[in-house]
Every structure is written in C-alpha cells, then in structure tokens.
Nanobody, 122 residues
Framework: QVQLVEFGGGLVQAGGSLTLSCAASGSIFRIGAMGWYRQSPGNQRELVAAITSVGTTNLADSVKGRFTISRDNAKKMVYLQMNSLKPEDTAVYYC????????????????WGQGTQVTVSS
C-alpha cells in the first residue's frame, strides 16, 4: 500500500559528502514524521534524524553539525544531507515515514524503505 524507496547511498572517502533521498508513494492520506535510521553489523538500528510535518527536526548527537534533514511535503520526499562523513557513519540507512492511509485511520503506521548502503573509507 505504501512504498518508500531510498536513493543516494554509495562509497565515499572520509570527509566527503553524500545526500540520501527517500520517496514515499502509494495509498497515502497524510504523512507525519519522516526520518532516517541506520544499522551497522553487530549493532542495533539507531535513529539518525527525524523531521515532523511542520519541519521540526531531531538529530542524533553523533551527527549534529554534520548532517541535515529536510523534506518536501508536496513531493512526499525526505532528504539527508551528510557532510564530513566518518568511517563510523558506515551503515545501511533506512528511511521511515509515519503514514495515515485514510482519513478513517486514527493512528499512523510506520513504513520503512529497503535500506541503502553508505560506506565511508578512511
């Protein structure tokens, strides 16, 4: 019903930049919060950044000052601009969105993308 597709992962040297994009499509009435999590081998999935429908942002301490999250509500997209990348940023990055598929939905459900690999070499 709802699909999230990420774009923009890849391999970059330490100190470099990447921009991740995520497009939501399908049966969407309203999107609430959107954001990004990441997971590296042996670690739990962790929140990287989130943004509400009105633009309030929340970033993990480890990425503050380096990453920026933004969204385009008309296009149903969320972006993650990553600067000054470090090897410890290497992970699979997952997009998520809290979506109501109908005006009848009392609560939103979380939907996830398939993940995109970001690898930062030292």
């Amino acid at each position: 019903q709802v699909q999230l597709v990420e774009f923009g992962g890849g391999l970059v040297q330490a100190g470099g930049s990447l921009t991740l994009s995520c497009a939501a499509s399908g049966s969407i009435f309203r999107i609430g919060a959107m954001g990004w999590y990441r997971q590296s081998p042996g670690n739990q999935r962790e929140l990287v950044a989130a943004i509400t429908s009105v633009g309030t942002t929340n970033l993990a301490d480890s990425v503050k000052g380096r990453f920026t999250i933004s969204r385009d509500n008309a296009k149903k997209m969320v972006y993650l601009q990553m600067n000054s990348l470090k090897p410890e940023d290497t992970a699979v990055y997952y997009c998520y969105a809290a979506v109501r598929t109908s005006y009848l939905d009392r609560n939103a459900n979380d939907y996830w993308g398939q993940g995109t690999q970001v690898t930062v070499s030292s």
